[in-house]
């Protein structure tokens, strides 16, 4: 019984940050949604941020990208690679985000 305002405010969490990645990507702000997606952890709203970045602002998503979030972002780009039927987009992603970490981190 004790726990459960405790397992309530998770649930209100997820939903709070669930409807912040909405709002993000209603307002066009396609780095702040991928970053919420991100923190969230959720594979389905990653990949939904991730395909609502136009190709011309994937530099500027990539640079914004915090470095801890990098991995579970390359992880994402891994799983749309394999499974995902737009496979030019993906590709195209994929090369402009790995040739901006290249830049930063060089």
Known sequence: VAL???LMSLVTWDGIAEQAVEEAL???QPS???ILSLRLNEDSF???CIFAVSPGDIPAVATSMPY???QRLVEALADLLENCPHLEFTLRWSQVFFTCLDLVFS
């Open 4 to 6: 459960f305002p405790f």
């Open 68 to 70: 801890k979030y990098i």
């Open 26 to 28: 209603r307002e066009n």
């Open 46 to 48: 990653i990949k939904k």
């Open 32 to 34: 702040k949604a991928l």
